[in-house]
């Protein structure tokens, strides 16, 4: 067989063959110098190494430092540039570092205009070593992410995923990663939570299958040929959306569902976990298999860091220390060349910029709560498309509206997924039972127009609805009522099963977005009122 060369010039080939030459030399000199200057770090069986493992979840597309407000020492944390700055600056001090992500870096205004595409970017700069897939990878289609992920050098794994129907993985189950001879086996997962609360209809091509027995089978294969085995994982409850839900202990999630597979898959080392973004300010131990259990808060505000010291004669953890490293922007430095992307994408997109509206409030999100955010949604949703009632999930709010001036990205930062506004008939009975589904808090309080709800947590999961009124009216629980909700929960997502049982009168390809309808109220009343609240009320014991 003939192979067709690249038509280089004579010229170009010989400077090539020098060039391979000297950076042979080089590599040698350099080896003889690593064996001649032993690594400090290490003791003199050179058995005993220092390792760095740095970890992110939920970035969420968090480019911008967050107020933070519920602070009372530090009033910027995050940003993806200052971000990029303190994992250089730990790299620079400490001698073997690792960068894993937990998923959910997709979502968000750049995200929505790039399809994906910077967050990859911001990435491949930070020199990220792994990352699993979350449920917001998914907020473009399987086929978006199929293409993006292929953009980076790095891992990007799902190891229970599958093409619908097929034992044909849809991506890298696990990778082993290796620097400078220190090797960990690395595995991505993504749990039954997480694939709720995607649109069916942008996976629809693709399985999610257990991933205990998967991770089982994969730990077994990789053990015997690395040191640690660490698993990335987007599971667990869905997260409080809650710019200051690090504040809020009574609303965090947990680890349960990661301490759960924990314990049923020894061989375990580290845990990264994401979607739940429960911060462990240090590492949980799993009292039988010993695995170290870890997350963050997410969107960027803090930086996971574990330091081992490690045996690689044993193939054990000598000792550890775990922690969550604020991410204090005003500190730092923004990364030039992350800035630098961040700054060529913006500039492709001029009108985010443009100033739509203005509120004379902060509109806030209350995950559990009505929510003044939640509430001004809804009821614009409702006017717009001239229904009885307007739902949207908790999870469906982002970002916070600030007070004052109002742009066009805080709109898409609050509003990001490509979510529409479809309007069907419900029964009365229907529209009790998302509520009560509501009430359950698995996705935070759904956000509402058009109705008023008493309701006692302290009763049994499913008659938490006190009383139920309707446009004044006590509820009928056999009429139709005219909803307007996003289309995610029409297709009975986020465990709104109750939606089902409606029929759909102006379907997703006729209907807006509600990004585009929010935007379309502000052109129209530039200084809108701050939401009345009282929607949802919780009877005080």
Request: with cysteine; hydrophobic share 40%.
């Amino acid at each position: 067989m003939r192979v067709r060369l690249p038509s280089f010039s004579f010229k170009s080939v010989r400077i090539y063959h020098y060039r391979r030459f000297y950076i042979a030399l080089f590599c040698l000199v350099s080896s003889f110098v690593s064996f001649a200057n032993a690594d400090p770090k290490t003791d003199s069986s050179g058995s005993i190494r220092e390792i760095t493992i740095l970890h992110t979840n939920d970035f969420e597309s968090a480019f911008n430092p967050i107020p933070a407000y519920w602070l009372d020492d530090v009033n910027f944390l995050g940003g993806g540039a200052e971000l990029a700055t303190l994992v250089e600056q730990i790299r620079a001090r400490e001698d073997l570092v690792y960068l894993f992500d937990a998923g959910d870096m997709f979502t968000g205004l750049l995200s929505n205009r790039t399809q994906g595409e910077l967050l990859m970017e911001m990435m491949i700069t930070m020199r990220y070593d792994a990352m699993a897939i979350g449920n917001h990878e998914y907020d473009y289609g399987w086929e978006n992410l199929r293409k993006q992920k292929n953009r980076a050098p790095f891992p990007i794994m799902g190891a229970n995923i599958f093409y619908k129907g097929t034992d044909i993985p849809f991506a890298q189950p696990y990778a082993i990663v290796e620097k400078e001879g220190f090797r960990i086996g690395v595995i991505g997962i993504i749990g039954e939570d997480a694939r709720s609360v995607v649109l069916p209809s942008f996976v629809a091509e693709l399985d999610f299958r257990d991933p205990a027995p998967i991770v089982r089978e994969a730990v077994a294969y990789l053990k015997p040929d690395v040191d640690l085995v660490v698993v990335l994982a987007h599971m667990g409850m869905t997260a409080p959306m809650q710019t200051d839900a690090e504040a809020h202990p009574e609303i965090q999630r947990g680890v349960e569902a990661d301490l759960a597979l924990v314990g049923a898959v020894p061989g375990i080392d580290i845990f990264i976990g994401g979607h739940a973004d429960n911060g462990t300010e240090k590492p949980i131990v799993h009292p039988k298999t010993g695995t170290l259990v870890v997350q963050t808060y997410g969107h960027g505000i803090r930086l996971g860091y574990i330091k081992l010291k490690y045996d690689t004669d044993a193939k054990k953890i000598l000792s550890y220390e775990g922690k969550l490293l604020p991410v204090e922007s005003e500190k730092l430095v923004p990364h030039p060349l992350v800035a630098q992307k961040i700054e060529h994408y913006r500039k492709q997109y001029p009108e985010i910029e443009a100033v739509v509206g203005r509120m004379d409030r902060r509109l806030i999100r209350s995950y559990n709560t009505e929510s003044s955010l939640g509430s001004f949604a809804a009821d614009i949703m409702r006017k717009s498309a001239d229904t009885e009632i307007a739902f949207i999930n908790a999870g469906g709010l982002r970002s916070d509206l600030p007070e004052g001036e109002v742009s066009f990205g805080n709109v898409i930062d609050a509003f990001p997924f490509p979510n529409r506004v479809v309007v069907m008939d419900l029964a009365g009975k229907d529209i009790l039972g998302v509520l009560e589904q509501s009430m359950t808090l698995e996705r935070g309080m759904i956000q509402s127009s058009g109705l008023v709800a008493h309701y006692d947590l302290a009763r049994p999961i499913g008659s938490r609805v006190v009383d139920l009124e309707i446009g004044g009216l006590p509820v009928d629980l056999e009429q139709k009522y005219r909803v307007a909700v996003a289309d995610l929960l029409a297709e009975g997502a986020d465990l709104y099963s109750s939606f089902l049982n409606g029929t759909i009168t102006r379907d997703r390809k006729d209907s807006p977005k509600i990004s585009e309808v929010i935007l379309q109220y502000f052109s129209d009343v530039p200084a809108p009122d701050f939401p009345k609240q009282g929607r949802l009320i919780p009877i005080e014991r």
